[in-house]
């Protein structure tokens, strides 16, 4: 009874069930994730709770969560799982999916090879202006914040009691 379908892990150790690391977690859990995501390198001028760079120096966006494109990022054990890494902050790590991917279970990779693994697109502080409007629905960078404007406020029908400006949308002549 009590039994789990989910097979046991262990990397060692005694037989002792207790001090084997049988039935240790595969993931991290929301606490290790949130110091994980605190402890990795701040991007400056934005957000530090939207955006961060992994491993690699690469710009992610905490949204983009265990997707694939180049901003997207996943949780990664830095002494692989599979190699006795336990799920704990200390063992974590942000990185781009794609260089997760190409990371796999190896050990002590440098941060040169993990750039090496990178997406090759950049995106310029618009960019990721236009981005973080679309995610979020307003941008939020130290001394410039700003929101989207309601369809009502874009028809003239209506005056936001929001006191923060509204972004000038990316076609216009002023930038955001």
Known sequence: MGSSSSPHRSHG??????????????????????????????????????????A???????????????????YDHILPFSKGGESVAENCQILQTRVNRFKSNKEQVDENQLKGYSCD???????????????????????NQCRCRTVAEMLGQVKSKDKTAACKLPHSSEAL
Request: charged letters at 30%.
């Open 121 to 143: 697109v950049k995106f310029t502080d618009k960019e990721l202006d236009i981005i973080e409007m679309a995610v979020y629905g307003d941008v939020v960078r130290p001394g």
């Open 56 to 74: 690699a120096g690469n710009i992610v966006c905490k949204r983009f969560c265990n997707c694939q494109g180049c901003l997207c990022f996943e």
């Open 13 to 54: 150790g005694s037989n002792n069930s207790s001090s084997n690391g049988e039935d240790r977690p595969r993931f991290f859990d929301p606490k290790a994730k949130s110091k994980c995501w605190a402890n990795a390198a701040i991007v400056p001028g934005r957000h530090p709770e939207r955006w961060r760079k992994d």
